[in-house]
């Protein structure tokens, strides 16, 4: 069971050319299918990128102060061709089939009915999540990992032979609830 597991580091261990350590930070039932709307603004300057910003934030105010109807905004002001039409909505996704920022916030931050704002390759979102469906209601685990490249270890190594488990002692905070003595 995950409790057991809670708050357990583990490692160091080597992934991807990296020395690593990853902590259980928590756990969170995640849904298989979420449905969701969207109202994007596209960017590629930073003019372009503070004007959508502004945009969407008046947007974002207008849903929830109950003035605007996010599906008639997204007819309005979305430059998604494909979901604009149909007042922003993208229907149910898999997990991992939006872009990782998308993703991110549908399945792991976000809450039904709440609106978010997100920057993807895209351009700017305003996110809602409509409806999360739980049918296997697998648990998903939140990892904290911090990793650091053989390249910069072995700087260290080679100068002062340092072990790698002193390295990583140096470069991560104390844990959580340790108090230095003074």
């Not at 809670?6 to 259980?24: A, D, M, T």
């Not at 105010?61 to 909505?89: H, V």
């Not at 916030?105 to 993807?120: H, R, S, W």
């Not at 469906?133 to 002062?160: C, E, W």
């Amino acid at each position: 069971h995950l409790d057991v597991y809670k708050r357990q580091v583990f490692g160091p261990y080597v992934e991807g050319g990296e020395y690593r350590l990853s902590k259980i930070l928590g756990k969170k039932t995640l849904p298989d299918s979420v449905k969701s709307r969207h109202i994007l603004r596209r960017v590629s300057t930073r003019e372009e990128y503070a004007a959508a910003s502004s945009l969407i934030d008046s947007l974002k105010t207008l849903i929830e102060s109950g003035k605007g109807r996010f599906d008639s905004l997204a007819m309005q002001f979305s430059q998604d061709p494909g979901s604009g039409i149909k007042g922003g909505d993208l229907g149910y996704a898999a997990l991992g089939l939006m872009v990782k920022p998308f993703n991110d916030v549908i399945f792991y931050k976000g809450e039904t009915g709440k609106l978010y704002v997100v920057p993807t390759q895209f351009g700017l979102h305003l996110i809602q999540i409509t409806d999360q469906k739980f049918i296997s209601k697998q648990p998903g685990i939140r990892l904290g990992t911090i990793a650091v490249s053989y390249t910069h270890l072995d700087v260290y190594k080679r100068q002062n032979y340092w072990s790698i488990s002193f390295i990583l002692h140096l470069i991560l905070p104390p844990a959580v609830g340790q108090q230095s003595e003074e």
